[in-house]
């Protein structure tokens, strides 16, 4: 699933094509693009035909298109999964081969969701009043992000000291902070010279600030850059790759060189993912430092 950058970089090109655009004809061309909507494909269609978009917004990692007319406002809720793409394209130009969902849009254009793992999709959910700002009810439960008016950095850092776990696996927790996922956590815990298998309860509080911040920092610095792209399975609404894999310090860079300490990085099983980390900088708990 792409984490906050990725999202956000997606977020900022729908806004920029489809504010104030009259929804047309809303075609779901496959039913998995629309399984977590109770009223299926024909209520969908019908629901959303007609009104405007009126806002494109993001928590964390979840995105949403706000619809509406003058009687109905309803939340177009996004879960990219693993390969979704949210796509805009000229009406009548060649379709993708795995595309789920079209919109069309006043204008001659149409929004466009391609799958091809066919993991994610649409559904349509109700506005309720949530920390800081009204949010879709599925996604109310989740923490307000770092780039969120609503984020307490001191909350957030409270809320990593209560835990007693692992610390990657704190940070990636959605209720605590959102946005982060496997990527940014490594990046994140490189950069403050945490293993991610510390446990929470044993960090200093400065310490877990500084991975809060660092957290933050890496996330924006890939924003900057259109996200991360290992594949073209993901690309903005131009079709287009991220560039940050160019910077990452520790996430896919097994054997390579550590950028501080020229000690290889590791790879390690973590949740059927990976962790990548510097053995040296981030020592495991109870490794003791190499003599050089």
């Known amino acids: 699933m792409p984490e906050l950058p990725e999202v956000e970089t997606i977020r900022l090109g729908l806004a920029a094509h489809v504010l104030g655009r009259a929804i047309g004809d809303v075609e779901v061309l496959h039913p998995r693009a629309v399984r977590r909507h109770i009223g299926g494909a024909v209520d969908l269609s019908s629901r959303l035909r007609g009104k405007r978009f009126t806002s494109v917004e993001r928590r964390g990692k979840y995105l ?24 805009i394209a000229e009406q009548g130009s060649e379709d993708p081969v795995h595309l789920r969902i079209r919109a069309t849009l006043d204008g001659n254009h149409e929004l466009r969701f391609v799958d091809q793992r066919t993991f994610g999709g649409w559904h349509l959910d109700e506005l309720v009043e949530g920390p800081g700002r009204r949010l879709p009810e599925s996604v109310a439960h989740i923490a307000p992000d770092p780039f969120e008016e609503a984020f307490d950095r001191d909350e957030a850092i409270a809320a990593l000291r209560r835990r007693d776990t692992e610390i990657k696996r704190a940070i990636l927790d959605q209720t605590v902070i959102s946005g982060v996922g496997n990527i940014y956590a490594d990046e994140s815990l490189w950069r403050a010279h945490l293993h ?33 792209s290992f594949d073209d399975l993901y690309v903005n609404v131009n079709g287009q790759s991220g560039y940050f894999e160019r910077a990452l310090n520790a996430y896919g860079r097994e054997g390579l060189p550590c950028r501080r300490c020229e000690t290889p990085m590791v790879r390690e099983a973590f949740m059927n993912r990976s962790s ?13 430092r190499n003599s050089r």
């Open 64 to 87: 949403w298109l706000v619809a509406s007319d003058d009687t109905d406002e309803v939340a177009t809720v996004v879960h990219l999964g693993m390969s979704g793409q949210m796509l």
């Open 196 to 228: 991610g298998r510390r446990r929470t309860r044993g960090i200093p509080k400065a310490k877990l600030g500084e991975l809060v911040d660092h957290a933050t920092e890496v996330m924006a610095e890939a924003i900057n850059v259109g996200g991360t």
């Open 276 to 288: 990548f980390f510097c053995p040296e900088c981030q020592r495991p708990p109870g490794a003791r």
